[in-house]
Every structure is written in structure tokens, then in C-alpha cells.
């Protein structure tokens, strides 16, 4: 019960991330420099975070009766998943055209949202080696294409492509955090296929 509970709330955070492309496309209005200025401020002030609970005994104190509820026992030694998430997110807006750039931000904060509701609370169907199911993949894909569909509106294999990028990131097991893995695969992906299909 307490596990199901954390993880609903370390969801709910999760999806309420997709202000940062939002704010990037709607309120900074696409500007590149700007959006990776303010994710590599973000980006330095979550590591001197996370430093600080690593070497600093009260520090660590308060922040685990903050957040310990939400945190995976992995993240107790290493750094959080907010923190890969706004590294991927400054690469994203580096690397990635805008509208790429935002939708594999998105990608994120939506597919694994929906991959880990559905996978938790009705995946029945395990993949061998991996602790992901064929519903939470599902979820994942159907989520991501169809958020697609709306910003590639002209170009729907683009938002295929990008949600099956999406979806093979999440499901792939290496030893590589989610929260970078969905967005800068998701991301390289539609920009490779935006080249060749040019």
C-alpha cells in the first residue's frame, strides 16, 4: 500500500513537469538560449541539492522527512530523477529543434506517467527480464502518439516514430534513468527521421 501510494505522488509530480516544455514553447516562445540558460541554472541549483543531502548529515535530515516518501531506494545514494530531468531537459533544448525538443520533453512526463499507472494497477503481462508489462508500454505509446498527434499534426509519422522511440526507451533495460533515456532517444530519433524524410 505505501508503495502504491508514493508512487502515485511521485507521478503526480512527474506529470505536473510538463510545465517545463510548456513554458519553453508558450512562454519563452521557443528561444533556445534562454530555455538552456534557465535548465542549467535549474540543473546547477538541483546538484548543489543533491550534494548537500550527500555530504551534509542535517541537511540529508530535512530532506528526507521532505521527500523520502517519494524517493526510490536507489535515489537515497544517488541523484533523484528531478535532477536527470531537467539535465535531459537542458540537452533536449540544446540539441533537439524546438518543436522536438518539446515534444520529447513531453514524451516524459506523459508516457512514463501513463506506463507506470497502467503497468502498476493492471500490467499482467510481463516482459521477460525486465519489470515493465505489454499494458504499461501500451499506455506509453498510445499517450505519446496521440500527444504527438497534435503538434505534428501535418507530419503523424513523425509522432509515430517519436512515440516508439518514446516507448522502446522506457521499456530498454540499461542502467540509464528514465528521465534521460524517453526524451534524448525520443528526441534523436524524430530528428534523424525529420532528415531523412526532408
Known amino acids: 500500500m505505501a508503495f502504491f501510494k508514493s508512487e502515485t505522488i511521485r507521478k503526480s509530480i512527474h506529470i505536473s513537469s510538463l510545465v517545463i516544455p510548456f513554458t519553453y514553447r508558450y512562454l519563452l516562445g521557443n528561444k533556445r538560449l534562454l530555455g538552456f540558460t534557465l535548465l542549467f541554472v535549474a540543473f546547477l541549483v538541483s546538484l548543489i541539492i543533491e550534494f548537500s543531502r550527500f555530504w551534509q548529515k542535517s541537511f540529508r535530515k530535512n530532506f528526507m522527512r521532505l521527500f523520502g516518501l517519494i524517493l526510490r531506494k536507489h535515489e537515497w545514494k544517488d541523484f533523484t530523477g528531478a535532477t536527470y530531468l531537467i539535465f535531459s531537459g537542458m540537452l533536449a533544448v540544446a540539441f533537439f529543434e524546438p518543436t522536438i525538443a518539446f515534444c520529447s520533453m513531453a514524451f516524459l512526463s506523459i508516457g512514463d506517467t501513463f506506463a507506470a499507472i497502467i503497468g502498476i494497477n493492471f500490467g499482467k503481462r510481463k516482459f521477460l527480464k525486465v519489470k515493465k508489462s505489454l499494458e504499461g508500454s501500451l499506455a506509453c505509446f498510445v499517450s505519446t502518439f496521440s500527444f ?11 509522432a509515430l516514430v517519436g512515440a516508439l522511440a518514446a516507448t522502446f526507451a522506457e521499456l530498454w533495460d540499461v542502467p540509464v534513468d528514465d528521465n534521460v533515456k524517453i526524451p534524448l532517444i525520443s528526441g534523436l530519433v524524430m530528428t534523424l527521421f525529420s532528415i531523412v524524410i526532408k
Not at 497534435?150 to 509519422?157: L, T
Request: hydrophobic letters at 65%; zero cysteines.
Open 148 to 158: 504527438g498527434l497534435a503538434f505534428f499534426w501535418e507530419r503523424p509519422a513523425m
